[in-house]
């Protein structure tokens, strides 16, 4: 049927013999595609667009994000696409009119060997169109769940979509190479042999990268955390994929790679909200050790910079070589560096002032020498006690 119409247009259009009848035939042809193109075709396109677009949104399945595209940017394309076809077709009817039905039969066939050419190029925009949306979609997703739960934080969700994100556009070219006939195969080897170099030749760096994605989602910390990491203490400044940096209170940046960081051991200060801290005071033996802990434990309820609750304490901890050592255990909220090294000194001061308000002794370091019973003790040498110069008792002057 396609054929019988198509060599009824040939000899309707090969009927136009005079000059007269084929400039008419041109001008009616070429009015026509005119007419057609400029606008027939995009109120078309518009109309069939704003169709299909009003009954996907009012589908209550739909995911919302198909809402947020833009649904006009394959519009113009589409209505360029069919306008030249329109130009196009008058084109070759006006040659045909005038007689150059070889040239136009021509044209034809050489537009028909492009076709596969232009269907895989159109396929190959639809994927990568396609591979667009879907990291859209993802992203909207991915906030939305980032935003609902507490599962996974800011960095980590950044993280899932720059992996998501490649996967996707890994798929889009696998796609668009396989449309195009590419053989995949020589490429996998090839990326095989690759990945061994790279993999031999950066062991530590891919080891590095590999702890990098078990601490972001085991989350021993967290960006602002104080932590002791491997002798180093600081405050969490970043966590990447291959190392994690932590600031010291002495505003040094310390850069520690995270196969390390795995391996190490990892104390969060910070992730409770409070921390408890300590300081030694050593009180004279011949002191009321009650009296002393009730003077402590007084001095410790007026420092302003530690917490009431849980409430200080004061437990007697050792015997030590010249006083009896009280522990003064007390917590401190939202910890931080610079908060311990205060509250520390706080405490200090307030006992100190308080030992010797009370008139209790913190001693020096003491010894006391003695000699061994069995043999009476010990006792100076005569003359040896006497300063140099001096005379010995009974001499002479």
Request: some cysteine; glycine content about 10%; proline content about 4%.
């Amino acid at each position: 049927m396609r054929l019988a119409f198509l060599v009824t247009l040939r000899e309707t259009l090969e009927g136009f013999v005079t000059t007269e009848a084929r400039l008419a035939a041109t001008v009616v042809l070429l009015t026509a595609a005119a007419v057609t193109a400029l606008l027939f075709t995009p109120r078309a396109v518009r109309g069939a667009h704003r169709l299909v677009r009003d009954r996907v949104l009012a589908n209550e399945r739909v995911p919302v994000e198909m809402s947020e595209l833009d649904w006009r940017f394959p519009v113009n394309a589409i209505v360029r696409t069919l306008q030249f076809a329109v130009v196009l077709g008058g084109g070759l009817a006006t040659l045909v009119v005038w007689g150059y039905v070889e040239v136009a039969f021509a044209a034809v066939a050489a537009m028909a060997a492009t076709l596969p050419a232009f269907a895989k190029v159109l396929t190959t925009a639809a994927i990568v169109a396609g591979a667009l949306i879907a990291i859209d979609v993802l992203e909207a997703r991915l906030d939305d769940y980032a935003a609902e739960s507490d599962a996974i934080n800011q960095h980590q969700k950044g993280i899932v979509f720059r992996l998501l994100q490649l996967a996707v556009l890994a798929a889009a070219v696998v796609g668009g190479l396989t449309v195009w006939g590419i053989n995949l195969g020589g490429l996998l080897v090839g990326a095989g042999f690759l990945g061994i170099v790279i993999g031999t030749a950066a062991r530590s760096t891919i080891g590095s990268l590999i702890a990098g994605f078990v601490l972001m989602f085991s989350r021993p910390f967290e960006l602002g955390d104080w932590v002791a990491i491997d002798g180093e203490e600081g405050i969490v400044s970043d966590i990447t994929v291959i190392n994690t940096r932590i600031r010291t209170a002495g505003g040094e940046v310390v850069v520690i790679p995270n196969d390390r960081v795995a391996n190490a051991v990892v104390t969060n200060l910070t992730r409770l909200g409070q921390l408890r801290l300590s300081v030694d005071v050593g009180v004279d033996y011949d002191a009321d050790l009650a009296t002393a802990e009730a003077v402590v434990s007084d001095a410790l309820a007026g420092v302003s910079e530690i917490e009431d609750n849980p409430p200080p304490q004061v437990i007697p901890k050792s015997l030590g070589d010249s006083a009896v050592v009280l522990e003064c255990r007390f917590w401190i909220d939202r910890p931080s560096a610079p908060k311990r090294a205060l509250a520390t000194a706080s405490v200090v001061r307030a006992v100190k002032t308080a030992l010797d308000d009370a008139g209790i002794k913190i001693p020096y370091p003491q010894r006391e020498v003695t000699g061994r019973e069995e043999t009476g003790g010990f006792r100076v040498a005569e003359g040896r006690g006497e300063p140099p110069g001096a005379a010995a008792p009974g001499a002479e002057n």
